[in-house]
Nanobody
Framework: QVQLVESGGGLVQAGGSLRLSCAAS????????MGWFRQAPRKEREFVAG????????AYKDSVKGRFTISRDNAKNTVYLQMNSLKPEDTAVYYC?????????????WGQGTQVTVSS
């Protein structure tokens, strides 16, 4: 089992920045890929960004490329999502997931989510 706990969400004005954190425990993450997903009201959950833990390879949803950066800290067993130039359409609950596959599109383990609200 992998336990994931997200933090760092909040309310920010358009154009602002937030950094989300996802702390993992329970197992080493080296066999996994880590992904950030989001779900806006009345919409399906969507993939935002992913990182392959062993290699650092990354992938992004097109609409966040150049604005969001996913990274990991091996020593802290933590994955981050730096979000810059935020837009109101980025408003959603953001989830962290660990996936046995690459890219991490499905998620085998999930965190509880953290709310991000971007005001216009």
């Amino acid at each position: 089992q992998v336990q994931l706990v997200e933090s760092g969400g909040g309310l920010v004005q358009a154009g602002g920045s937030l950094r989300l954190s996802c702390a993992a425990s329970g197992r080493t993450l080296s066999p996994y890929s880590m992904g950030w997903f989001r779900q806006a009201p009345r919409k399906e959950r969507e993939f935002v960004a992913g990182i392959r833990w062993s290699t650092g390879t990354t992938a992004y949803k097109d609409s966040v490329k150049g604005r969001f950066t996913i990274s990991r800290d091996n020593a802290k067993n933590t994955v981050y999502l730096q979000m810059n130039s935020l837009k109101p359409e980025d408003t959603a609950v953001y989830y962290c997931a660990a996936d046995r596959n690459w890219p991490p599109l499905q998620g085998n383990y999930w965190g509880q989510g953290t709310q991000v609200t971007v005001s216009s």
